[in-house]
């Protein structure tokens, strides 16, 4: 029983421990020719709204200032260039920190002094934008580099690469539905087939052939032309169909009474042979 709650106890202090030891999520880190080391929190998935980066650094040489700053990645060999807030000896754009334990008259009290181990932490405000460029298109880094007083000494460029998290998907455009043409009338409206151009094959000069006429001749209703011997037929399939209409009306109307009729006279018969007897 007492070998279950310690196997708890180990797994639980080994948790802890990677925990503590693990470097935190999204974050990034570079080593310097001088074996110096930065490290950005978070570099991956940065908001396209600017974000807050935490920056680390140790082993850097304490004779040397240094610039930390978001800049536009030139290389290997090229300084990191142009950067978020450009020389900012005092610090106040939050998008870039002078760093030095030994700087000019002028830089005291602005520059911040290196900790043990040439180490510092700063943080920056960074954006995907530097002045023109697009940093979700060119590639941006957390840099640090020599400050104005040694422009030319490449011993402290330090790159940590930044991305930004994807561009929102656009809303879906909705088509508007398209209205079905009103019909008026019932069925809609047939365009009957165009008429053979004169002195065709087949076809006399100066007039049409009677089959001719009979093609395109429009069916009852559809609202297309009609001959005139198709004229009677169609009104008299109609006065047909209306009278057949009517007359079944009159039908209803004429024998239902005569029912009912019919039916008072039997129950009055009825009624008068139950009296007489």
Known sequence: MRALPRAILTVAALTVSI?????PA??????GPAGQTL???PTSGVSRTGATVTVTGSGYDVTKGIYVAFCVDNGAGAAPSPCGGGADTTGSTGASHWISSDPPSYGEGLAVPYGPGGSFRVT?????RIGTIDCTVSRCVVASRADHTRTADRSQDVRVPVTFAAAAAPAPTRTPA????ATTGGA????????APTGAAGTPTGGTPASATATAVAPAGTGGPAGPADAGDQAQVTRVSAASDTGRWWLVA???PLLGMALLAGLRRRR??????
């Open 19 to 23: 925990g503590v030891g693990s470097t």
């Open 26 to 31: 999204h974050a990034g880190t570079g080593r």
């Open 39 to 41: 490290t950005a929190t």
């Open 124 to 128: 920056l405000t960074v954006n995907p």
């Open 178 to 181: 398209t209205a079905a043409p």
């Open 188 to 195: 809609a409206r047939t365009t009957p087939p165009a008429a």
């Open 254 to 256: 004429l024998v239902v």
């Open 272 to 277: 008068r042979r139950r009296a007489a007897s």
